[in-house]
């Protein structure tokens, strides 16, 4: 289907629409067409024609792919974790709590009598001091094998030759 971009001030892609759909627009907007039918808002427009995205240069795609292992990584430390048969919320909050909680139990050298932790399914869980710090070893080791895990991309992506490679760096 043949169609038409409308490029603003800039030369940049703003709209797409099939040929007859488009509207009247102020300068300096205007509509050009667009033949192949394969525009789309990335674009721009060279004065001639509407141009594809640049590809990204080795380092602007080091960068772009460093900033996608950041942010899968932030999500794997706060997967659920596993322990005592049941899952537990391991978000930043929870962990934070089960933190605080751990050391003030392990100051006072117990946890009170009936204690329990909610798990993911807000089921109590029974625990004692010991189950309790295991929890807390549960859900740093699993931040410790999510941090290697970075590391190890990161190193990956840095020493990456083609933009080839580095997009191909995946969590």
Not at 77 to 89: N, S
Not at 125 to 137: D, E, K, N
Request: charged fraction near 10%.
């Amino acid at each position: 289907m043949t169609q038409r971009a409308l490029i603003d001030p800039r030369g940049l892609v703003c709209q797409v629409e099939p040929v007859g759909s488009d509207f009247p627009v102020a300068a300096p907007f205007k509509w050009v067409d667009c033949p192949d039918g394969t525009v789309a808002y990335e674009y721009t427009w060279d004065g001639a024609q509407v141009q594809p995205p640049a590809a990204p240069t080795l380092a602007e795609a080091q960068a772009a792919q460093s900033a996608l292992v950041d942010k899968a990584y932030a999500a794997a430390i706060q997967q659920p974790v596993a322990y005592l048969g049941t899952t537990f919320q391991a978000d930043t909050g929870s962990q934070t709590v089960l933190t605080q909680t751990v050391a003030g139990y392990t100051a006072a050298g117990a946890v009170p009598a009936g204690f329990w932790w909610l798990d993911a399914n807000n089921n109590a869980v029974a625990m004692t001091l010991a189950q309790l710090q295991g929890l807390a070893a549960a859900m740093l080791a699993q931040g410790w094998t999510a941090f290697q895990h970075r590391v190890a991309q990161k190193k990956a992506i840095a020493a990456a030759t083609s933009v080839a490679t580095v997009q191909a760096i995946t969590w």
